[in-house]
């Protein structure tokens, strides 16, 4: 008897203690509801998604096993400054731009940008955005025995022959400069032209109103307006100052004839045609310069084609890839993309350009002068009225 009564005690312990179990099991993992119905929870909304309650608790768990961690939302809003990248936050860079991380592509004269994850670009200062090019400012010129260059403060310097006024530049402050024949204009910061030099059929007479770019030519010149439209004045004995219709992204002025890139980046060509100097090859371009009887232009592939007189080799262009092109008088030179100069045509000094880096090259008559990475200026060639002897200072 005393053994039936030792084992009847032994199962009420195991009952007891089984039950103390569940009771303690069923506090500690129960619903979020159990919890806030008893009034001691923090009163979770029983209607918050299992694992995302702020209360931490999770059903269905196992015994003592610890909760699961439910991972981070994935559409969940990267930092400020950050973009999602290949799935990861990072901070966007012009090197990892956008959902597909891409290398925003830098252009000439200018540096790469991502914002928002969209691939942009920001132009140096003395540069203009064209499509998407950024475009030179013309801050030197050769003429035909002059050079005119505007400074860094925007005032204007001439140097060379002075037959006609037109190494007397006007005071006042600029952003681009064309030297032509023995007359120059230059574009003001305010959107207007001043031209100087000789006057004769009015080819230093500029118009009115606002403009983009412009160009002096042997007679004449030739500017871009803000609505993209051209218009030229002074002698029109070819045909030269008549321009013709459409828009135009920039226009260069020869001896008698000139060339523009329209907006659809072709070239059209007005003027003498007298060796084929305005017949221009199709495709597309970034820039177009007129010489004396022949034209070049830089393709948007970097590539160099040259058309017109042919006598010296001004026309043969050399292989590889150039920033910019600059046709004179039977010899042309070019501004590769490393930014050394190439020059070809006339078997003289014009066409031996010196070493270094350049940011701009423009071939004249007999000269050529290029603006170094310093903004210091270096001319060379025919040197007969002091035109390929630059001042000193920055432009």
Same mark, same amino acid.
């Given at each position: 008897?005393?053994?039936?009564?030792?084992?009847?005690?032994?199962?009420?312990?195991?009952?007891?203690?089984?039950?103390?179990?569940?009771?303690?099991?069923?506090? =500690?993992?129960?619903?979020?509801?159990?919890?806030?119905?008893?009034?001691?929870?923090?009163?979770?909304?029983?209607?918050?998604?299992?694992?995302?309650?702020?209360?931490?608790?999770?059903?269905?768990?196992?015994? =003592?096993?610890?909760?699961?961690?439910?991972?981070?939302?994935?559409?969940?809003?990267?930092?400020?400054?950050?973009?999602?990248?290949?799935?990861?936050?990072?901070?966007?860079?012009?090197?990892?731009?956008?959902?597909?991380?891409?290398?925003?592509?830098?252009?000439?004269?200018?540096?790469?940008?991502?914002?928002?994850?969209?691939?942009?670009?920001?132009?140096?200062?003395?540069?203009?955005?064209?499509?998407?090019?950024?475009?030179?400012?013309?801050?030197?010129?050769?003429?035909?025995?002059?050079?005119?260059?505007?400074?860094?403060?925007?005032?204007?310097?001439?140097? =060379?022959?002075?037959?006609?006024?037109?190494?007397?530049?006007?005071?006042?402050?600029?952003?681009?400069?064309?030297?032509?024949?023995?007359?120059?204009?230059?574009?003001?910061?305010?959107?207007?032209?001043?031209?100087?030099?000789?006057?004769?059929?009015?080819?230093?007479?500029?118009?009115?109103?606002?403009?983009?770019?412009?160009?002096?030519?042997?007679?004449?010149?030739?500017?871009?307006?803000?609505?993209?439209?051209?218009?030229?004045?002074?002698?029109?004995?070819?045909?030269?100052?008549?321009?013709?219709?459409?828009?135009?992204?920039?226009?260069?002025?020869?001896?008698?004839?000139?060339?523009?890139?329209?907006?659809?980046?072709?070239?059209?060509?007005? =003027?003498?045609?007298?060796?084929?100097?305005?017949?221009?090859?199709?495709?597309?371009?970034?820039?177009?310069?007129?010489?004396?009887?022949?034209?070049?232009?830089?393709?948007?592939?970097?590539?160099?084609?040259?058309?017109?007189?042919?006598?010296?080799?001004?026309?043969?262009?050399?292989?590889?890839?150039?920033?910019?092109?600059?046709?004179?008088?039977?010899?042309?030179?070019?501004?590769?993309?490393?930014?050394?100069?190439?020059?070809?045509?006339?078997?003289?000094?014009?066409?031996?350009?010196?070493?270094?880096?350049?940011?701009?090259?423009?071939?004249?008559?007999?000269?050529?002068?290029?603006?170094?990475?310093?903004?210091?200026?270096?001319?060379?060639?025919?040197?007969?009225?002091?035109?390929?002897?630059?001042?000193?200072?920055?432009?």
């Amino acid at each position: 008897m005393i053994r039936s009564l030792i084992a009847a005690l032994v199962r009420m312990s195991c009952v007891a203690w089984v039950a103390a179990a569940v009771v303690l099991l069923s506090v =500690g993992c129960g619903s979020a509801d159990d919890v806030a119905a008893d009034g001691d929870g923090p009163g979770v909304d029983p209607s918050a998604p299992v694992g995302t309650g702020s209360s931490g608790g999770a059903s269905g768990v196992d015994g =003592g096993a610890p909760p699961a961690v439910t991972p981070p939302n994935p559409g969940a809003p990267c930092a400020d400054g950050a973009r999602l990248c290949g799935g990861v936050c990072k901070v966007e860079s012009a090197t990892s731009c956008g959902a597909a991380c891409v290398a925003c592509p830098a252009p000439t004269f200018g540096t790469a940008e991502c914002n928002k994850g969209v691939c942009g670009f920001a132009c140096e200062p003395g540069t203009y955005v064209e499509g998407s090019e950024c475009v030179v400012e013309p801050r030197i010129e050769s003429g035909w025995i002059f050079t005119c260059g505007v400074r860094t403060s925007g005032a204007l310097a001439c140097w =060379g022959f002075n037959s006609a006024g037109q190494t007397t530049a006007p005071a006042g402050t600029f952003r681009a400069v064309s030297a032509g024949g023995n007359h120059a204009c230059a574009l003001r910061t305010d959107g207007t032209i001043g031209c100087w030099g000789s006057n004769l059929n009015d080819r230093a007479t500029a118009p009115a109103g606002t403009f983009r770019s412009l160009s002096a030519g042997n007679g004449f010149a030739c500017a871009v307006k803000t609505d993209r439209t051209i218009t030229c004045w002074g002698g029109n004995n070819s045909g030269q100052t008549t321009a013709p219709a459409g828009t135009f992204r920039s226009v260069s002025a020869g001896a008698g004839h000139a060339c523009g890139v329209r907006s659809d980046e072709t070239v059209t060509c007005w =003027g003498s045609n007298m060796f084929g100097q305005t017949t221009a090859p199709a495709g597309t371009f970034r820039s177009v310069s007129a010489g004396l009887l022949h034209s070049c232009g830089v393709r948007t592939d970097g590539t160099i084609i040259c058309w017109g007189g042919n006598q010296y080799g001004e026309r043969t262009a050399p292989a590889g890839t150039f920033r910019s092109v600059s046709a004179g008088n039977g010899f042309t030179c070019g501004l590769r993309t490393d930014g050394s100069v190439s020059c070809w045509g006339y078997p003289d000094g014009r066409t031996v350009p010196p070493a270094g880096t350049f940011r701009e090259v423009s071939a004249g008559q007999m000269h050529a002068c290029g603006m170094k990475t310093d903004g210091t200026l270096t001319c060379w060639g025919g040197n007969s009225e002091g035109q390929s002897t630059p001042p000193g200072g920055v432009f």
